[in-house]
């Protein structure tokens, strides 16, 4: 898409730290990180989100995201890493092409992405019967 940053990224046309790539994928720093080497995996295809991604570039970006990943904790020290991927404005998604955050964690960060909010669920069956027959 022309008007897509990450298209653009992913063409060479905006400028971006890109630390891998492959025929497939593309895996540059976060412009407003959160932690030190806070980096997005995308495929080189547009899709918005990962409700219209394709199973291949899934896989390519998958791939991508654990090789990366090990790089980061090698060459910045991470001891830890999260992976954080939004789907949809309610989920905070901002940007619509679809990307994968690798958010390196460090001893003391402060960071609280895994903080949770409970949900008290009132019928599990009935949730899970509604999923297994969507499928
Ligand atoms: P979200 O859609 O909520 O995952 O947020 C989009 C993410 O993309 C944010 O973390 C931004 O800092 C990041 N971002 C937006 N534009 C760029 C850019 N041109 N280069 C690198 N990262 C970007
Ligand atoms: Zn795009």
């Known amino acids: 898409m022309m008007d ?3 298209c653009q990224i992913a063409r060479h046309q905006a400028p971006a730290q890109i630390v891998y790539e492959d025929d497939r994928t593309v895996a540059f720093l976060d412009i407003n990180p959160v932690s030190r080497g806070h980096t997005l995996v995308i495929p080189k295809g547009h899709y918005p989100d ?6 291949g570039d899934w896989q390519a970006v ?3 995201a654990q090789r990366v990943a090990k790089a980061i904790k090698a060459g910045l020290g991470a001891e830890g890493l999260n992976l954080l991927q939004s789907n949809g404005p309610v989920a905070g998604q901002v940007v ?3 990307h994968l955050h690798l958010i390196p ?3 003391g960060d402060g960071l609280r992405l895994g903080h949770r909010s409970p949900y008290r669920e009132q019928d599990f069956p ?9 499928l």
């Open 4 to 6: 897509c940053p990450f």
């Open 50 to 55: 990962l409700f219209e991604l394709s199973p």
């Open 62 to 64: 998958a791939l991508t």
């Open 96 to 98: 619509f092409h679809f």
């Open 105 to 107: 964690r460090y001893r």
């Open 126 to 134: 009935e949730t899970a019967r509604r999923i297994r027959e969507a």
